[in-house]
């Protein structure tokens, strides 16, 4: 897990794969939305580009694999694992495990044996979905994955018990805790945060882990809410081919307004935007469009900041 963690700072080293909006679990919590019925891939072709994109970018080391629930979509799964595999990317994916009932099918196994990380996500939402994942799905999961030799990383929500009782499903995983968040059906449940002056936030890590969805929406950053549809539309890219992925990116690293949030943070907006706010996507997403209509004002902000006037707005 630190060694996915060092490699999401690197730029250009890591993506997350959104393989599918799709998810048969229904966690009353969940961030993206996934349905049992949602959206997945329709145009094979399309996300056959995708994955060709995406296994040609020569810098990138690691491609985590995540959704909706991959496992949910086996043709698209075994496609994409076998092409990031093939051209020696390392594979993460991100599943609750809900596929663990004995016999786990023979695709599944593949699978992970040309996968090295999983992270198994688990908390009080997950165990009490309509379709939820209890203590014995999750632990058949556990070992499925051990025993396919991946690595294992715990995901639990910062709940009271959540610790002891990954601990006690596997002592030797990784364990990754995370807080909740108020996205997707999350934003019903958990409150916001309170707002802050723009000061004191820190500049955005997440710009090294762009997100490229199956359906060729490429996303600046792996925020939920960015990559299913909602925020700005500069921090977003349609790619058809293969070829396209590649200049998508690079344009997100030449954003000027995203190179602000990612190199100063929210504090070198203070021009653009009125604080105080919630979170950091909070003034960035209000840059970002304040931006498309004034350039001059994100000329006056990039040069404050000291990074140089951007090209075409001097
Ligand atoms: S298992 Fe994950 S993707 Fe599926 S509904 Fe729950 S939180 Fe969402
Ligand atoms: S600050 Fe902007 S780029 Fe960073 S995660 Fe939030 S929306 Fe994405």
Not at 85 to 97: H, Q, Y
Not at 262 to 271: I, K, W
Request: proline share 8%; net charge neutral; charged share 20%.
């Amino acid at each position: 897990m630190a060694e996915a963690e060092r490699l999401r700072r690197v730029p250009g080293a890591s993506l997350a794969f959104f393989l599918t909006d799709r998810c048969p679990v229904g966690c009353g919590h969940c961030s993206v939305s996934a349905r049992v019925d949602g959206p997945t891939i329709r145009d094979w072709e399309l996300f056959g580009e995708v994955v060709a994109g995406v296994a040609g970018l020569p810098e990138l080391r690691v491609v985590a694999v995540t959704g909706g629930d991959p496992f949910v979509e086996r043709r698209g799964l075994i496609h994409a694992v076998g092409a990031f595999a093939a051209a020696g990317k390392a594979v993460v994916l991100f599943t609750s495990g809900y596929w663990a009932r004995p016999p786990v099918p023979g695709w599944i196994r593949q699978v992970l044996e040309l996968t090295s990380t999983v992270y198994l996500s688990t908390d009080s939402y997950h165990a009490a979905a309509a379709a939820g994942v209890g203590p014995q799905r999750l632990r058949a999961a556990a070992e499925t994955v051990l025993d396919a030799g991946c690595h294992l990383v715990l995901q639990v929500l910062d709940e009271p018990g959540a610790i002891e009782a990954a601990r006690e499903l596997c002592p030797t995983a990784d364990l990754s805790v995370i807080a909740p968040l108020p996205a997707g059906r999350g934003s019903g449940l958990f409150a916001p945060a309170p707002a802050r002056p723009l000061r004191d936030f820190g500049r955005c890590g997440l710009l090294n882990s762009p997100t490229v969805r199956y359906d060729g929406r490429v996303s600046a950053c792996c925020n939920e809410a960015v990559i299913t549809g909602a925020g700005p539309a500069g921090l977003r890219r349609q790619v058809r081919t293969a070829a396209d992925l590649a200049p998508a990116l690079a344009g997100f690293r030449a954003d000027p307004a995203l190179t602000l949030v990612g190199r100063h943070g929210p504090a070198a907006l203070s021009l653009l935007v009125d604080g105080p706010v919630r979170t950091i996507c909070q003034a960035c997403w209000a840059g970002v469009d304040r931006v498309a209509t004034d350039p001059a004002a994100l000329a006056a902000a990039t040069v404050l900041a000291g990074v140089g006037a951007p090209d075409g707005a001097r």
